[in-house]
């Protein structure tokens, strides 16, 4: 029973526009991540938060931007996405030194 | 810096043999180590991990893995393959200190044949 929700699973969408992708988590857990996933690949962490106000920048870089208002929710915003942004993105998240909880992951592409 | 290596990138294996998986890690100290299962479209499922104690772990759908410290390995077996199995399987590794992030390796992808 997943315990963290990503919306939207699929989303298409035309260059330019601005989009959020939602990740929100019931488990109260402190350590939230995203990932950037192209099919078939490996696991690229573009962006993390230790609590409520803290995010800091992953290994590989991206246009995107977190915010962390609440310890629940660590919403992703593309402010112009572009089609070198088509990837699935994953978010996860953690308490202590404990394995991560993932999503579902939203599959985006741009057109 | 703590990495993570699986040698192989696809394996094939028939519906009922045993399954071996690579993976390799790099780390100072004793680490925490993941597999993960992802099937397609979808995010990654925790199988097992390991933090400590008995080097041989117990996870889910059957797969075990096995910590070799003097080898760097985690390898993850299972003796009888499903065709249900077939996926991409991550080793992760974690630090024991600050910094809880982990290090992914690239992946296997697992083929079932019937």
């Known amino acids: 029973e997943a315990d963290i929700y990503q919306t939207p699973r699929y989303l298409v969408i035309g260059t330019g526009k601005k989009i959020t992708l939602e990740c929100s988590q019931t488990?109260?857990?402190?350590?939230m991540y995203w990932y950037q996933q192209d099919p078939g690949m490996e696991l690229h962490l573009i962006h993390y938060s230790y609590g409520v106000n803290s995010t800091e920048k992953g290994d590989l870089s991206s246009e995107s931007t977190v915010s962390r208002i609440r310890t629940e929710h660590f919403p992703l915003t593309l402010e112009s996405a572009r089609p070198s942004h088509t990837s699935q993105y994953l978010c996860?998240?953690?308490?202590?030194?404990?394995?991560?909880?993932f999503g579902s992951g939203t599959r985006l592409t741009v057109v | 810096a703590q990495s993570v290596t699986q040698p192989d990138i696809h394996i094939t294996v028939s519906e009922g043999a045993s399954l071996e998986l690579r993976c390799n890690y790099s780390?100072?100290?004793?680490?925490?180590l993941f597999w993960y299962v992802q099937s397609p479209g979808q995010g990654l499922q925790l199988l097992l991990k390991y933090f400590s104690g008995d080097t041989l772990v117990q996870g889910i759908k059957g797969f075990e893995a096995e910590f070799k410290r003097s080898q760097s390995s985690f390898n993850l077996r299972k003796p009888s393959v499903h065709w249900s199995d077939a996926a991409e399987y991550f080793c992760a590794v974690g630090s024991t200190g600050g910094g809880n992030k982990l290090t992914f390796g690239t992946g296997t992808q697992l083929k079932v044949e019937l």
């Open positions: 780390y100072g100290a004793t680490p925490y």
């Open positions: 996860a998240s953690q308490q202590g030194n404990y394995g991560y909880t």
């Open positions: 488990m109260g857990h402190d350590k």
